[in-house]
């Protein structure tokens, strides 16, 4: 069964940008037709897709956070990232990684998730 695991610091200050990274185990980064995604849930909120990479290497990004945010992989280490740019404490999330096996039926595995804080 695939696992996904995030990780990253828990805590980072506005203006600067926040890193994370996903790592993949019992399945490949680079599987045909598979989309991994970020996906996030600010306290009280309900849940955004924020972007993703397909297995070729093809990204993809919300409208409204395309500015801010970069997705990238390392296939060798079977990860893949997520870095967002001039955070603000409106940016205090729960963050998730998932899989989406075939890129267009909807994602069925996800990490535990990981919660950063954006604050002086």
């Known amino acids: 069964q695939v696992q996904l695991q995030e990780s990253g610091p828990g805590l980072v200050k506005p203006s600067q940008t926040l890193s994370l990274t996903c790592t993949v185990s019992?399945?490949?980064?680079?599987?045909?037709?598979?989309?991994w995604n970020w996906i996030r849930q600010p306290p009280g909120k309900g849940l955004e897709w924020m972007g993703g990479i397909s297995y070729s290497g093809s990204t993809y990004y919300s409208p409204s956070l395309q500015s801010r945010t970069s997705i990238s992989r390392d296939a060798s280490k079977n990860q893949f990232a997520l870095q967002l740019s001039s955070v603000t404490p409106e940016d205090t999330a729960m963050y998730y990684c998932?899989?989406?096996?075939?890129?267009?039926?909807?994602?069925?595995?996800w990490g535990k998730g990981t919660l950063v804080a954006v604050s002086s």
């Open positions: 019992n399945d490949s980064i680079t599987s045909k037709y598979t989309v």
């Open positions: 998932t899989r989406d096996p075939t890129g267009v039926n909807g994602m069925d595995s």
